[in-house]
């Protein structure tokens, strides 16, 4: 198992976006155990406080439209307070991005689990986009890779594997990608990366 940590809340601040009433009086006591501030928000979240880390919403009333961002890119963990079982219901939720979610009538236990559950799924799914979004642009930088091997190639009279090895190396000493060192090097940048004797007019030969 990797090692967990368990999330700390005090000092965090959540919106409830919820009519209020006696199970959402109960759940913001129970943040307030927890050090977490609690605010309430309804009928719709007009914007959202850089300081807020997490959003609790009524799953069984949302609407689309509910929050000030695109429909499932939610900038913070959401998590659904529900009551309903209805499948398009649980459609919509879905649809929002949830990280978590609590059963109404809230109760004195969950919350707390809810928390930790939607923090670490949050940080998960943004890791996860991370990656993804660094290899869709190695794959959109790969036609650059490629100017790159062939100019090598043509400027130092040498294989496809020596060229990339050149290339390669000069990225790691930048501490660049070899996909964004291609990208922002020119033939006169390459060339500077062949030994000095190379660099004469020798070069140039197919």
């Known amino acids: 198992m990797t090692g967990f940590r368990t999330p700390n809340f005090r000092g965090w601040q959540v919106v409830v976006l919820h009519r209020e009433d006696a199970g959402m009086h109960r759940l913001a006591r129970q943040l307030e155990r927890f050090g977490v ?8 979240l007009e914007c959202l406080d850089p300081a807020v880390k997490a959003v609790f919403f009524d799953g ?25 079982e ?39 799914a943004q890791q996860q986009q991370a990656r993804i979004e660094a290899l869709k642009t190695r794959l959109r930088l790969r036609p650059e890779v490629i100017r790159a091997v062939l100019t090598v ?23 660049m990608t070899v996909e964004a060192f291609c990208a922002t090097a020119d033939e006169t940048g390459l060339r500077a990366l062949l030994p000095r004797r190379r660099r004469g007019g020798g070069l140039g030969r197919a």
């Open 37 to 44: 501030t609690c605010h309430f928000a309804w009928p719709r």
């Open 153 to 175: 190639m043509r400027l130092d009279a040498v294989d496809e594997d020596k060229a990339f090895a050149c290339i390669r190396a000069a990225a790691m000493e930048r501490r």
């Open 60 to 84: 069984d009333s949302g609407f689309d439209g509910l929050f000030p961002w695109p429909s499932g890119q939610p900038p913070v963990p959401l998590i659904a307070l529900m009551r309903s």
């Open 86 to 124: 209805a499948p398009g219901r649980l459609e919509w939720v879905l649809a929002q991005g949830i990280s978590s979610h609590l059963v109404k009538p809230v109760q004195s236990t969950g919350v707390y689990s809810a928390l930790v559950l939607a923090s670490h799924s949050f940080d998960q």
